[in-house]
């Protein structure tokens, strides 16, 4: 790993941590304050609304203002949300959590831009793979703490988020430095005698359609696009709706339905075959396959996994389901991501990654709803085909997108 990209992964880590730490916890935490799988999905459908909305306005004062303050800003959002959940004693203190940390909710997006800033063009998908890496580690150790936690004190993961939270705030206030204009120029040397002012270009506000309408009308930038809406949407299918699921479907060995200890350690194991996959599997498989037939892969993968999952009764058929998921998540996250940013010129990067995260905004906003309408009907078969069929839909506009996609920077 290239020394400027450490301490940004060693942020990202943290803050992954903390996430993961909630992600098998939430729902159960809210049916403790009488919560339906609707009111559920509402619930994480709130926090990805407010991302939505102050993503842009973060984006934009962080290339105002720097990486690292805005960082920083969105790190105390979050651990003023956990605190605040961890005291709840009532369902709409619940929703106030989860509105102030989505209104604060800028890290990934803050975090891409600073490897766009120090990274060249052709080096990207590499570099994002940090974050698959972070996702990865997060996924191993984050819901297998929480699991352990939730059975002594369900509030005892949440202190735990917020502790990981402090945590990454005085990584980055110790650790991490906003890159020069040499870093920058130097990262970016074919376009350094044209390079803007600020680090990765100007950012678009939430209601500059005309603007955003310009990049989903070219035509390959569009597709790809449109791709990641796919892999966010279904990938945000399974996750909000997958402990839902597992408390309906699965039981313990003494009868009981599947609590947060449980939907903690599938996780967990997704997250170990990520780790061993992110650690250079994929890389290898890439190089001496190509990035094409791999993304393919990657949407088949997905397809099938949440196929099979809508069949799990037992353990060893969800375990199945779980090694395809992730090979999946691993396969398509850092080459989509290098390929959207390869489309556009430098001072558009900024827009571009902006609208990639307001993507994963609309995707989750829409995917819990979904999967707490399904899932709180009983239609527990019909969610896991609405995740297959959300990756299915990738598949052919993937064979339309030119070969040339993964070539490089688009000159415009």
């Not at 994002?128 to 993961?157: C, K, T």
């Amino acid at each position: 790993m290239p020394s400027a990209l450490i301490p940004i992964f060693l942020v990202i880590l943290v803050d992954v941590l903390g996430l993961t730490l909630i992600l098998p916890l939430l729902p159960f935490y809210a049916e403790r304050f009488g919560a339906s799988p609707m009111v559920v999905g509402l619930l994480g459908a709130t926090y990805a609304a407010c991302q939505l909305m102050s993503g842009p306005v973060l984006g934009q004062l962080s290339d105002r203002y720097g990486r690292r303050p805005l960082l920083l800003v969105s790190q105390v959002g979050t651990l003023f949300g956990f605190l605040l959940l961890a005291r709840a004693e009532l369902l709409w203190v619940v929703f106030l959590s989860r509105i102030i940390d989505g209104a604060t909710a800028g890290n990934l997006t803050i975090a891409q831009a600073y490897i766009t800033d120090v990274t060249p063009p052709a080096q990207r998908a590499r570099a994002f793979a940090v974050i698959g890496i972070s996702f990865g580690v997060g996924f191993l150790l984050g819901p297998a703490i929480s699991g352990w936690l939730a059975q002594h004190d369900p509030r005892w993961p949440v202190y735990a988020a917020a502790g990981l939270s402090a945590t990454s705030i005085a990584a980055t206030a110790l650790l991490l430095r906003d890159p020069t204009p040499a870093q920058i120029a130097a990262a970016n040397v074919a376009e350094a005698a044209n390079a803007p002012p600020l680090p990765a270009g100007r950012r678009l506000g939430l209601f500059s359609w005309s603007g955003y309408s310009a990049y989903l009308r070219r035509p390959v930038l569009g597709m790809l696009l449109a791709l990641f809406f796919c892999f966010a949407f279904s990938f945000s299918l399974f996750t909000s709706g997958f402990a839902l699921f597992a408390e309906r479907r699965l039981h313990t060995a003494t009868g009981a339905p599947w609590g947060p200890r449980e939907v903690g350690y599938v996780f967990a194991y997704s997250g170990l075959i990520a780790i061993f996959l992110q650690g250079g599997l994929v890389g290898r498989l890439v190089r001496r396959f190509g990035e094409r037939p791999m993304v393919g892969l990657g949407f088949a993968c997905a397809a099938i996994s949440y196929l099979v999952l809508g069949e799990a009764y037992a353990l060893p058929v969800l375990l199945v389901s779980a090694t395809i998921s992730a090979v999946s998540s691993s396969v398509l996250r850092a080459p989509l991501t290098a390929m959207i940013t390869q489309q556009c010129r430098r001072d558009e990067q900024g827009v571009v990654l902006g609208l990639t995260q307001s993507i994963t905004s609309v995707a989750q906003i829409i995917a819990p709803l979904l999967a707490g309408s399904l899932i709180g009907r009983g239609w527990l078969h019909g969610w896991s085909f609405a995740a297959a069929l959300a990756a299915l839909a990738a598949i052919p506009l993937w064979s339309m997108v030119p070969k040339s996609a993964s070539g490089g920077v688009v000159a415009r």
